[in-house]
């Protein structure tokens, strides 16, 4: 099969550090065992959090990564450290949420990929962030999501 | 009907402003026409807004009031309006809640009463406050007012 | 069979018409076959409506009510009709709450009861009145209503 | 990065009043970082409130804002100032958030911006405002807010 | 501002009563002032009850009406007191969901509009009517209304 | 109006009994008093049940039709009768709810006709039958019912 | 172990027919192999249909049974069949939940049992039945089994 | 009628031991009774699980399948027979839910097929796959299956 | 650090099998580093899965296990592996649950232990099993741990 | 008013980085302004964060904190940097949660104080901690947090 094969996975199954970075992280990738299937992947990432550029405080926010595989797929342990890698890192959310979606695709090459940045409320108004590299693949099943809105109390 | 001899109601069934502040605000009471009764009232009042006293910004949170009327009943144009007057005012959460609590003793005497203050989150935690005269009266049925907790995002 | 016995039951199985006022709805009772256990029975009636005797609109609530029977059960039809009845009188929330609670224990004769009246807003504000007869039979189940609370918007 | 060039922001970083009318206010914008990406930014405004021009009673909305950035990012915390602005504000809601809607489109000129106002009930109904500048731009991600429904109680 | 200026509004501001019928209820208009925008107004009515013409006994429904204004908008007390209207009015589900929806037509004349009768179910069942005038208009934001749907018990 | 002049029910305000089948239960219809309207009308039926014909055990399901009148309105309490006769009947879950489609089609002769049947668990596994009897007619409001999936415990 | 023992199991391992009556049905119990431990089982039954005694018409019902077991546990496959005869059984609801609990109690002589009877609704209003053996044993862990309230559409 | 006549099952109606494999896993198949119509087939697997290839460890995963079948129909014992047998087979997550939708087109070449996998969270982050034959059949009703995200804690 | 110095631990750490049985896992425990507190500690665990004792099919549970620890807390990955070993493991429901109660009393020697069975549904019926070690410990804080009820469909 | 007199507040109203660990971190404090009455603060802390102490790679958390102030309240800036300092700092889920609860207790002296950790899962299994002081004041409201429980997926 064809993942056996990969040879240089770094991360998958040896002890590990969180990057310094996201810069430090390195993503690793491995073939794509159904390359002539157009089929979606979907990452939930609850457990992302990063730098306010501004005030240095913690920001948090929840993540959804969706892409449509072309010759490799991300493997997903470094997926999390690339993730994590951004605990001490200062990022804008707009900026922050666009760079990851970017970073995947430079790595992935994928047919086609989407994120979506749910970020905590700051000032009583949280911000979402939706972007994606294009129009879905035609015949694709792409299934809404389904994050709750925020509503505040009550 | 107890409730229509009621001579002096200045709010109900009048044009009304909003009092300038919760000192001017009359908090008008009718007669309870069940005195024999222990029974419990309830209000969900989420529409609540005060302003930060040290920064000067609005604050906002959902509120739930229950009472066991004695002699009296609150006129519940008059509340609304109370609650409306702290538009203006500076009020720290703890304070505000529990001073909305005691007011309410002060002017209806009930035998008992409680409120809570659900308060929107801000530096990303929400504050609530649980004040009650006592423990509620014997054989009372007071329902868990099922407010949802906040979760953030996701 | 008990109920089968029961001589003189005027309205089940019978075409009915809506009684014009509470005090015109006849509230009829079958024989508790059951007599010798302490069991509750829950009535859910999201169907209520009744008359501000203010303004003269429409007000409209969600009532729950529960009782232990001794000897006697209500006929589920005629509470149909008798809540039904309310639809043209004008009454308060909290004398209409316990008023049909008292109409109930006087007919019945119950070990105990309670009703609870959610109130659709008005104002932004709606009300819930809760009333039993005393404290719970010992030993009896008495589940939560689960009754939503109200949250406004969002 | 673009961000930290801004010149003139006044309220960013400083202590701030709320503006005494959405005309006094001050919408401050940024320069959009990734201004050759089609995204979508989402704000969800739970804290909203102005005052009803007929009756001077205050009012309560959720407001949720969505708009693709061309060259402008709304900076969020005057977004937060000019909707606080309007909280001694007489509007009609239907006027009120068509009004927060092309006032943003002024000045933001982005390619694309709607809004949604879901208002408190007033008289048992809630009224819902929709609207968007046109239809969405093609290939872009545009979940639905998932804002619960009004029902009553029960 | 153009809703000032409305000369004739004889219900609101003023005190009322239940029309007898919805023949005699008066559905008051007032001018949009958006006309050029394409925009969504959506009601959610939960206390909407009329008569079963058949057994004459109560029937209950959850109405939600959307509708995009072009020269007027619909004053909402009046929009209140026509759907109280029904309360001593006899109609089928499919034939009253869509009077209404014919009538808010006549009187107001919108681009377009839409009504969904969710009604409480008899013999187990409960009816859903929707029904609208054509088409939605292109390029307008119609999110679906996510009224719960029935599931008996459980 | 047209329902008053129904000749021949034989079944709504009549004593009736359970048909002992499918094949026995009469389907009635009235005329659609607004043929000239594109409308659906929505049943949930939440109170289905049938035999398994290889093991005899019964079967539950909740089903929701959907359909769009042209002359005629299926007469609903001839429709519950109707779904109640399939209590003592054998029928698989694929065949069962199409056929209960095609015999409403057959007697109703719609615009437009959509069942889903909902299949309690077996073996851990529920089924869900989808039927429509071709594209929906264009410019028909048709949300989805929401009926919650299935998912086991936890 | 114990279960394995168990000689004259007539019903699991071997096909069975639906018994015609709850008369007819044999409950089966089985050595309870913990019989020093209190423990609770919960059975939940959301395929429970019966017989109006008085139309013939069917009635559905959600079951909750709970109990502790002493000597015997009941097989589970002949609950399932006791609780599938009262399918052509006539029976009211408040005699056909207590007459299931007073039925299981007679095989199993438990510690304790109870059961709740969560009916689907007639005429508007669901019937809930509480009914259980006495207090609950001491030390015990009983969930509140968290079933949904009715709260007829919205 | 069709089914009865299948002549080979040998699973169905017999005791079964849980394949070894999905290789050695038997997926039957039966003659689908309505071969001239278009509908959708939903099956909810929450009771699936494999072994990571990579760890030896428990995978756990909620399946979706869909299918319009054309002239066979997977008998339903041993479709959970086949997904049972992956207990003990190593399989990686996007492998193994596109292998099960291929295996189920092979075996019931149907008009059409997808099949979603929600696989429990390791590290942190759950992965969902989506796989689709192509294009969904024109004129199809194919409901979103409405699975809850995951959201973390809170 | 207390755990630091804990000498023998075998599997954390450690490239680990899934144990062959219950009898052969290993139940590792680390020393409680609060020992003077009274606290409690709740695992969920929705990836439990075994093997039916008689028809040799798989059965799934969610688990939840509530502990006050004395000396010892459980080491999370050897409660995940002994969990795990009930893979190929025969068992009924009542008695796996409480034997896996008490091997963890057995090896914990906690204050106080509980768990919690709900196991998926069979014939249409869930069971749940609810068994702790006795009353809970006096002054501890010990919610509700909220598990949704089975309802069937719809 | 109480507050305004604090002397020494060093991170309200200041610029503030996040601490370099728990210990660095100071947690402030005010007068509280209602010290005769008993009442309950919670906060609800949905951005948590720490670090695995064996692995390194972080862990998250949702906290809930309930007290009942004394003589002081905390000040919540401080309480918000000094969950943030949790960021860097490496911690065992059972020990974090306490801690936090003790030091809070130390810097407080409240009445009573109690905490709960909802960490997200890891290995398929999350853990919750709760802690309290003590058996809760006499007379105390205080609701059920409502956290939703872990399920996993579907
Ligand atoms: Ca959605
Ligand atoms: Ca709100
Ligand atoms: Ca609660
Ligand atoms: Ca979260
Ligand atoms: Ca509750
Ligand atoms: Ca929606
Ligand atoms: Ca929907
Ligand atoms: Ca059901
Ligand atoms: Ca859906
Ligand atoms: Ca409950
Ligand atoms: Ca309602
Ligand atoms: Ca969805
Ligand atoms: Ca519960
Ligand atoms: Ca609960
Ligand atoms: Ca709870
Ligand atoms: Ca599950």
């Given at each position: ?15 590990t ?5 996201p810069a ?7 073939p ?7 089929y979606?992947?979907r990452f939930?990432c609850?457990?992302f ?12 926010a ?27 890192h ?8 666009i760079?990851i979606g970017?970073r ?8 086609w990929?989407?994120?979506a940045?749910?970020w ?8 979402d962030v939706?972007?994606?590299t ?21």
């Amino acid at each position: 099969m064809a993942r056996k094969a990969r040879p240089a996975l770094t991360q998958l199954g040896h002890a590990t550090r969180l990057p310094a970075s996201p810069a430090a992280a390195v993503l690793e990738r491995i073939p794509n065992s159904q390359p002539r299937e157009r089929y979606l992947v979907r990452f939930a990432c609850p457990e992302f959090t990063s730098i306010c550029p501004v005030t240095g405080q913690p920001d948090f926010a929840h993540l959804v990564i969706d892409y449509v595989p072309k010759a490799w797929l991300v493997e997903s342990k470094s997926l999390k450290l690339y993730l994590g890698s951004f605990r001490n890192h200062g990022a804008f959310h707009e900026d922050c949420t666009i760079a990851i979606g970017k970073r995947l695709v430079d790595e992935l090459k994928p047919h086609w990929l989407r994120i979506a940045g749910y970020w905590y409320p700051r000032g009583g108004i949280p911000i979402d962030v939706f972007w994606q590299t294009g129009a879905p693949p035609r015949d694709l099943w792409l299934p809404d999501p389904g994050v709750a809105p925020y509503r505040g109390r009550g």
